[in-house]
């Protein structure tokens, strides 16, 4: 698998933390309509949390954690009775209303019901391995890029909501990342973000045992685990490695580093700047850092999703970061020299798009779990602020599981195999 060398010395680390941060997660369901692999939410049930039940979670976030915007996320959230509430609500409280899901219970009805109640955005989950029906069975990622835009129109026609797409990034997928980033250059004026998740599980072949407290549990009882081999190495590196295929000059700018590794790229952001036609150029560390600290600054809290009519001002963000961002300024070099040669670049409008790479949960080799240092998908469980891609441990067994690197050689075995033996 090929990675690629990236120095994160070089990059913007972005100052998001438990504390104050950008981003929140919020699940008032756990009811979905697609079976996505590799999914770590099990279906209760009584999926939906009541009314009083999420305006306590939303209380907690606000009281705990200074943040941009709520994702809400599930399940999905557009089968919760009270979605267009929800949304209200969140707006009311001066936060960004994300809605996190597959699209497939999206209507035009509902989509303006929402677009009424204050939505800020969306966020479509679309990739190969989520069970879609009908004339999307057995699509690749590639020839999804159909649906993408279905979606990515269909909020189009709405106006001014932000459009972001999220897919996980399989073994089995890893080669279609390069078309799904050519898709969304083509779509600029569209999306304003891509999000590509790298595919964790629990698989035999982790050297661990694992403990809720000092109380051993099997493996394969753990939701997210399966009997097979799968590749769980697949990482940020690799990702840019992939995007670099579809245009070399792929440069991302800021991360987040791991709770267990400094160098890790556990959430790492790049800006590019471009119109349907061309790519002008991809805006660096400080132009990220100008943002960020500039809206901490007026707002008193870190910028997450952008509104499209601020992501069309690409001409405008080029000229102005290059006073601070030699990247920028790069950038608007190469506007200008294709400008020149074909005027008509001086018609169109440039948009900014972000492209994220998330890498979950790293096992180190002494068994520590290096999760997301100032991790955004914080949601709350039980009055208190906990990983939402982990809380199926606690809802099991009581707590976050840990690991122990298992002593002497062997793999984990399945259960059945152990019930056979035994």
């Known amino acids: 698998m090929t990675t690629s060398t990236l120095d994160t010395t070089t990059l913007y680390r972005i100052p998001w933390t438990l504390a104050d941060n950008g981003i929140s997660w919020l699940e008032p369901t756990a009811l979905c309509n697609l079976q996505c692999d590799g999914c770590y939410r099990r279906q209760a049930e009584d999926p939906h949390k009541s009314?009083?039940?999420?305006m306590g979670e939303l209380d907690t976030l606000q009281r705990l954690r200074r943040c941009d915007c709520i994702s809400i996320a599930g399940g999905d959230p557009l089968l919760y009775p009270r979605i267009v509430d929800l949304v209200a609500d969140i707006g009311r409280r001066g936060l960004k209303p994300i809605v996190n899901t597959n699209g497939v219970a999206l209507s035009g009805g509902l989509l303006a019901d929402l677009k009424r109640a204050g939505v800020f955005g969306f966020t479509f989950h679309v990739d190969s391995r989520q069970g879609r029906g009908g004339r999307w069975a057995g699509k690749n990622d590639s020839e999804l890029n159909d649906l993408r835009l279905e979606y990515a129109e269909m909020v189009g026609r709405a106006g001014g909501i932000a459009c972001s797409f999220n897919a996980t990034v399989y073994a089995e997928n890893l080669d279609h990342v390069p078309s799904m980033l050519a898709w969304a250059h083509r779509h600029i004026?569209?999306?304003?973000?891509?999000?590509?998740?790298?595919?964790?599980?629990?698989?035999?072949s982790l050297p661990f045992d694992w403990y809720a407290g000092d109380r051993r549990v099997e493996?394969?009882?753990?939701?997210?685990?399966?009997?097979?081999?799968r590749e769980i190495e697949i990482d940020a590196r690799t990702l840019v490695a992939k995007a670099r295929e579809q245009d070399p000059r792929f440069q991302p700018a800021a991360f987040l580093n791991g709770t267990h590794d400094t160098q890790a790229c556990k959430w790492l952001l790049t800006e590019r700047a471009g119109n349907r036609r061309a790519i002008f150029g991809y805006l660096g560390p400080r132009f990220v850092e100008a943002v960020m600290g500039t809206h901490h600054l007026r707002h008193g809290r870190y910028p997450s999703y952008i509104a499209p009519a601020v992501a069309r001002h690409g001409r405008t963000a080029m000229l102005l970061a290059g006073a601070v961002d030699r990247d920028a300024r790069q950038a608007w070099r190469t506007y200008l020299g294709a400008a020149l040669r074909r005027p008509a670049h001086l018609l169109r409008r440039v948009h900014l798009q972000s492209v994220m790479f998330i890498q979950p949960v790293d096992f180190q080799s002494d068994g520590e779990q290096s999760m997301c240092d100032g991790c955004p998908d914080i949601t709350v469980h039980e009055g208190k602020l906990v990983w939402s891609c982990r809380l199926e441990e606690i809802k099991q067994y009581g707590r976050f599981l840990r690991t122990v690197p298992r002593e002497g050689p062997?793999?984990?075995?399945?259960?059945?195999?152990?019930?056979?033996e035994g």
């Open 51 to 54: 009314w009083d039940e999420v």
């Open 189 to 204: 004026d569209l999306v304003q973000t891509m999000v590509f998740i790298c595919f964790r599980h629990v698989v035999p």
């Open 219 to 229: 493996w394969d009882d753990i939701w997210y685990s399966s009997e097979q081999d």
């Open 410 to 420: 062997g793999r984990c075995r399945p259960a059945s195999c152990r019930k056979a």
